[in-house]
Every structure is written in C-alpha cells, then in structure tokens.
C-alpha cells in the first residue's frame, strides 16, 4: 500500500474516532487496527492527521472510546515487547503505538479529570486472553512503562541480535539486556556497530518515554518541591529490570558522540547525522529521570549527595540517581568529563571555514546532566577539580554567559551557568586552577586581555553586569560570590581584571546606587572582601590591583565618608529617578573585541521563552564556611552571631533578619517605590564595611609612590609596578581575617527551580513533532520576547 494510501486509511479511521458517539467495543479489531496495523504512518503524519481539537472533543464527548483507544494501543506495546517484535509488520505495530500515543498523552495530562486514567487498572479487559489475572492488575502506566523498557532492548529492533543464523530467536524474558548496552563507556567496554533503525526506533520510544514523563509539565510550581513524578518513580525502580543497562545506555550515548565527524571539515553536510537526534533525546531523558531532590543530611549536619559506596546507606529508591552517584572509577569519571567537555565546547569550535562543523544545540541538557553529576556524586566532583580539565568546562560557560547576556530568551541559561561556578567555586581546588594561563582563543565578545582563566572570569562577568539586560541582576549576588570564593587563591591578576574589579566597586558604590535598594549595599561588601582577601592572602603577586586600588583610593575614602543625614539620602534618590541607568558604562577602558567575535544579541523579537520561578537569595542559596589553618572548612551556620563582638570582617553579613527580607522582597518589588532608606539602616551597615586592610595599605603606599614620582618626575606607571612588586606590607596590615568560603547548598528554592527550567527547555526543543505546543501547561508560562 502506497504511502498515501496509507494516510488516508488512517485519517478515516481518526474522523470515525471522533464521530461515534457510542461507545466502540475494546474487541472491535476491526475498528482499532485501522489506527496501527495497516499503516505506515511517520510521526510528523500522526501530529498532522491528528488535529489536537478533535483529540479534546473525543475526550469530551466519547470519553470511552478515547480511554479504549489508550488502552488497545498500549495493549499492542505489550503484545510487541512479549513477542520481542519478530516480524517488520509487528515493528511497524510498535511504532504506530508508540506515536499515536506520543500524540494522544499530553491531552490526557491537561485535563484533571483523566490524571487518574493511567494509574488506574482497567476492569476485565483482556482477561479472555487466558492471561493470569493478578497480571491484569496492573495499572496501564505501569504495563506501558515496562513495555517501553522490554522494547529497548529488544534484539533486531532496538540492539544488534547476538544470535549465529541458526539459533533460535533469542527469548526476550530470558535475554540479559546488560550484554546489549547501546554504547561503551561507563562499565560496558564493547561499542556495537552503528545501526540507523535501531537508532531511530530507541529515538520513537524514548520520545514516548519523555511524554509519559512529561506529566509534570501539567502541574502548576508547589513550593514543596518533594512532590514525586509517579512515571519517573516507578521507571526508576526496581520494577524495571532493565534499569541499570538503560542507565548506562541513555549516559554512554551522550559522553561518546562527537558531532565533528571524525575531524572531516564538512563531513556533516555529507552524511545526515542520525546519532544527534538520538543523543538529545537521550540527555532529555537522562535529565528528567534525575529529577530527585538529592540532599540527605549525614551524620555530621552536613549535606552531601547520595550513597558512595556499599558501606553507606543504601541511598535513594530512585535507580537511576542511585547509579550516578555511586560511578567511582577513574576511568569513568575521565570518559564522563572528556565527553560532557568536548560536547559542551562544540559551539565555541570556530574553523576558518563557516559551517564546516556541526554545532550541536543541546547545551543546556549538558550543564543540566553535568550540575546532576556534580550534585549527587562529590567522588565526581572532586575528579573535575583534580586537574586543569575543569577549565574545559568553565571556557564554554563563560562563552555561553557571555553570548547569552543580551538575550531575554536565554535568562534560565545564564542561571544554570552561574549556578554551576558557584557550586564549583566552593571548592579550593577551582581558585587555585583559575591561575592557568588562558591561551586558547574562542571568540568571544570581550576585550583582547594577555591573563589567566580568572582574568577571563572576571572580565566575562563585568561584561555580564555592566551590558547585560536587567533581569540579570538577580544574579550580582552570585556572580561577586564566586569571585570572593576564589579570590583568596588567585595569584596574578591581569591590569585589565582589576581595573574591571575596581570600575564594579565604583559603579556599585554610587549614593544612588547604594540607597536605592535594601540590598545594593551587599555588592559592595562582596568586593570589598575580594580585595581583603587578596591584599592579606596573595599581595605579592598582585601588584596590578594594588596599583589599581591606588589610583581608585578616591572610591574608597568616598565609602569611609558616605553621608548619611537625610537631606543627601533624599537628593541621592533623586537623582536616581531622573537617570535610572543600572550601572555607568563608561569610565571602563573596553579595548578592542577578539576577532572573528560577535556581539552579544538581544532575542528576536517573537522568541519564544518559558516563565522560570524566582530562586532563592544568595543566604538561602549557600552555606557559610570558615577556612581554618589546615585548609578545612568549618560551617559557621548555626551560630552566625558569633564574631560580632569582636568586630571581625567576618560580622559584616550576619544572617539577615525576617524583617530585612521583607525589605528586601519590597524594594525589588517596585524600585524607588515603597523602599526608604533612612539614617540610622545606612548607619547600621556603614559601621561594618570592611575598609581598614584598605586604608592601611593606602596610609602606608600612597606617600611612597607620591614620592617616586616627585623624585623621578615620573608619569610611567611600569616603574611605579616594579617598586610595588618588590614592596612588602609584612608586619604592617592588620591580622588576616579568616577566610570565609560560601557553598552551594541544596534546597527546595532550587530544586524547583531546576524542574521549571528542565522542562521548559525540553518543552521548546521538541518542535519536530511539536509535542506539547498549544497545550495547557501549568509548570511555566510560555512567554513572547
């Protein structure tokens, strides 16, 4: 039967769906198998004859012919992974299935009504098959999801058959799926030949697979983000017997491919790769059935991931988070790394030649699975930090925050990039591998600067903050966090780092700037602490900074001698009102942008985006922690009162109190609206800037270098830089602070913040087929630029 043929057979049997209003009978063969077993449908058709107005009227009007036409259509999937799909006109059974139902689902999930439907069991139907009834007992999401994973590794559809021409066909019930691991890497060491239909039938059901997941996407944000997604908790599970080779399957997809082609410029427009839509679909499912809050209290208070190893409990139900988080090999860890980082760099590869590689698009699952691994396994985690390969991954986010500063669309980008840094810069190892020197070129539009990774760092991320657009600026707390967190270990600072350092310090201490919000003045004690941190912990090699500090000592005896009467509050904010710039871009000395680099760009009009929840504060997002002699780190969270008395740096940030946060809440809510500063909350944070390191280091180089000057009439500031580098300040700083260290930790704030962003990326990748376009969701809003 020709193709159209074939597509008109199956239109007519979808206007007969929605036309009967009788009930049509779950043993009408003749009825159902219109809809699978004579035709040849493509995915793409089925969304097209399909209308999803007449999927509602069906499910409005003929509820029961809806709920027979799910239940038959699994009933084949389980039929198909029972029999393990020996001939073509079963496989082509299976995937008329697994489409009709791709399209049907998103239709149930919308409606409240039919949630139940999947999980409940359907009465008497199929018992005269002779099967065992407590088989029958199941609930039809339960025989579907078991369908789904039997059918992955099923022998000449999904995986290559490792049987000689004269065996029998191998038995599906006794076939150990773990020798049929789709790809090597992670604890299977053979690659099977490439195969185009296997490859292509695993991509068709783990699309159905990501749909039945997708329920989620049909309940509105709950602050309780514990909430469980009942699909994923029993694919998950023990249930599924195929949950480990799955695992590893969905994991050694993503971490092998390479998308250039085996190194052949234009190979890519030769030979269509089909591995790529395989590869996506593997990392959204990956991500999604990670979706698990990870943090377990231990003994001690603090948090960690998941269980290790077999002498720690035994760690989460869910089988797949429970596998991440107990991979431990090296060799693992290296297959893992290499393949995330060269997937991750593959946009930034610039050849002389346009388009001749192929850029892939699925970035952001990346950094999502890569966060997931940091997050659940520490082992791994701190093989990312044991070398300088974690720069392999922090060049791209950079390029990413970078090119995405511009771009409404792309604000859940530049989140998951900074909350990437922000857990890695938690860990000492970071700091001390950001003095790398930065040689590599990716075209970026930043400055040309001669440096190290930190320099890129801190260059990319005043970039961020001084011609981002606005709905960035939740992220000034984050992106100052990181640098103080590195600070204390950065070495050599470029001139041009510490001028952008210094050009932030004076943007963000403004009186306008400063009175206008509860919080602005936080800014100004993150950067204060980074210069504290390097003046006490690393000045010999940072002459550059110094000698910036002193140019800039205006800024500084400015802060000391802040007003605070009323009167110049009142004037400050009125000159806000008249000029509400965010932040001066001048007075910072740009240079000229790398070339071959493009300008960071604004969304197209129409874009489309999803709506993200708020995350939390930077006090709820991490945890304190003070570095002690041996390089340990002691929490400081139960009792952050502590060091008040003494004055220390340390008591400039207590917690803040209820009332503050809802300071905070109000002055972002409207700016300049209900916010009044008055005398005695400038007062109340004045008295604790962190300024004496400073003005001791200005007291004692600032008549020094005045006198260079005198004496040699110099206007050169290298030999001003040379009598820096050899100066010392040993005996005359006050005692080094201790160093304050803010992790990361886990809470529900971002856990939630994690699952809106997933699925909206997952819900605007999928366009071909359009799986969830135009249906209710209630996780995120869909939003126009």
């Not at 039967?1 to 057979?9: E, P, T």
């Not at 103080?484 to 201490?509: D, G, I, Q, T």
């Not at 941190?533 to 400015?558: C, E, M, P, T």
């Amino acid at each position: 039967m020709g193709s159209a043929d074939s597509k008109l057979n199956f239109r007519k049997a979808v206007i007969q769906l929605t036309t009967k209003t009788q009930p049509v009978e779950a043993t009408d063969d003749a009825f159902w198998d219109q809809f699978w077993a004579d035709t040849a449908t493509s995915v793409q058709d089925v969304f097209a004859l399909v209308p999803a107005a007449e999927i509602r009227a069906v499910r409005e009007e003929s509820p029961s012919n809806l709920a027979t036409l799910c239940y038959k259509a699994v009933e084949k999937l389980v039929q198909g992974a029972e029999s393990g799909c020996h001939s073509e006109k079963e496989k082509q059974i299976v995937l008329n299935c697994s489409r009709l139902l791709t399209r049907v689902l998103p239709y149930i999930f919308e409606d409240p009504d039919w949630r139940g439907f999947f999980w409940s069991t359907v009465p008497g139907a199929g018992r005269g098959a002779g099967e065992d009834d407590d088989e029958n007992a199941r609930p039809l999401a339960e025989s579907l999801l078991l369908a789904i994973a039997d059918l992955l590794f099923c022998p000449d559809f999904t995986v290559q058959s490792h049987r000689r021409s004269t065996d029998s066909a191998e038995d599906i019930h006794s076939l150990d799926s773990c020798e049929y691991i789709w790809e090597a890497g992670v604890g299977f060491a053979h690659s099977p030949q490439p195969n185009y239909n296997h490859d292509m039938n695993r991509m068709e059901l783990l699309k159905l697979l990501l749909t039945c997941f997708s329920e989620a996407m049909y309940l509105p944000p709950a602050p309780d983000s514990s909430s469980v997604n009942p699909w994923v908790q029993f694919f998950c599970s023990t249930e599924n017997r195929h949950a480990l080779p799955l695992f590893t399957s969905l994991l050694n997809t993503v971490c092998a491919y390479d998308p250039v082609g085996y190194g052949i410029p234009y190979n890519h427009l030769l030979f269509s790769d089909y591995r790529e839509p395989l590869v996506e679909e593997a990392a959204q499912v990956l991500i999604v059935t990670l979706d698990h809050d990870g943090a377990t209290p231990t003994v001690d208070g603090t948090t960690t991931g998941t269980a290790m190893d077999d002498a720690d409990p035994p760690g989460p139900e869910n089988l797949f988070v429970n596998y991440l988080s107990r991979i431990h090999r090296e060799e693992d860890f290296q297959f893992i790394l290499k393949g995330i980082a060269r997937l991750l760099s593959n946009p930034l590869l610039q050849t002389y030649l346009p388009n001749s590689t192929k850029k892939i698009q699925f970035h952001q699952e990346l950094l999502v699975l890569f966060w997931k691994l940091c997050d659940f396994n520490k082992k791994f985690l701190f093989f990312v930090l044991k070398t300088s390969d974690v720069l392999d991954i922090l060049v791209p986010i950079l390029y990413f925050l970078n090119d995405a500063r511009a771009d409404q669309s792309r604000v859940g980008l530049m989140h998951i990039g900074v909350f990437i840094l922000l857990l890695l810069s938690g860990e000492r190892n970071f700091g001390v591998r950001l003095n790398k020197p930065y040689s590599v070129r990716v075209p970026m539009d930043i400055p040309v600067f001669t440096g190290t990774h930190a320099d890129l760092l801190i260059v990319v991320f005043h970039k961020i903050i001084t011609s981002g657009h606005q709905r960035l600026q939740p992220l000034f707390d984050c992106l100052l966090t990181i640098v103080v967190n590195v600070s204390p270990y950065l070495k050599s600072l470029s001139m041009m780092a510490a001028n952008k350092l210094l050009h932030l310090l004076e943007a963000f201490s403004t009186t306008w700037f400063l009175f206008s919000a509860a919080q602005n003045h936080h800014l100004v004690f993150f950067l204060l602490e980074v210069f504290n941190n390097i003046i006490q912990y690393q000045f010999d090699g940072n002459s550059n900074l110094v000698y910036a500090i002193i140019r800039k000592r205006s800024v500084f005896h400015q802060l000391a001698n802040l007003p605070t009467d009323p009167p110049t509050i009142h004037k400050a904010l009125q000159r806000r009102r008249r000029a509400p710039e965010a932040l001066s871009r001048t007075s910072s000395q740009e240079g000229v942008s790398m070339e071959g680099s493009h300008p960071a760009a604004p969304a197209e009009p129409g874009t489309l985006k999803t709506s993200l929840v708020a995350t939390p504060g930077i006090e709820k997002l991490t945890e304190k922690s003070q570095v002690s002699e041996d390089g340990t780190l002691r929490s400081l969270e139960p009792a952050p009162q502590q060091n008040s008395a003494e004055g220390s740096p340390a008591s400039e940030d207590q917690e803040p109190s209820q009332a503050w946060r809802e300071q905070r809440r109000l002055s972002s809510a409207s700016a300049g609206g209900q916010w009044n500063p008055t005398s005695e909350w400038v007062l109340s944070w004045k008295s604790k800037l962190p300024l004496q390191t400073i003005m001791r280091l200005l007291q004692v180089l600032v008549p020094q270098v005045e006198k260079i000057c005198i004496d040699k009439g110099l206007t050169d500031e290298s030999e001003i830089l040379r009598f820096l580098q050899h100066g010392t300040l040993v005996g005359l700083l006050p005692v080094p602070h201790p160093i304050l260290i803010r992790k990361y930790q886990a809470n529900s704030g971002t856990a939630m913040w994690f699952r809106t962003y997933m699925w909206g990326v997952i819900y605007l990748r999928n366009v071909d087929p359009p799986v969830w376009y135009d249906t209710d969701v209630k996780l995120f809003e869909i939003q126009r630029v």
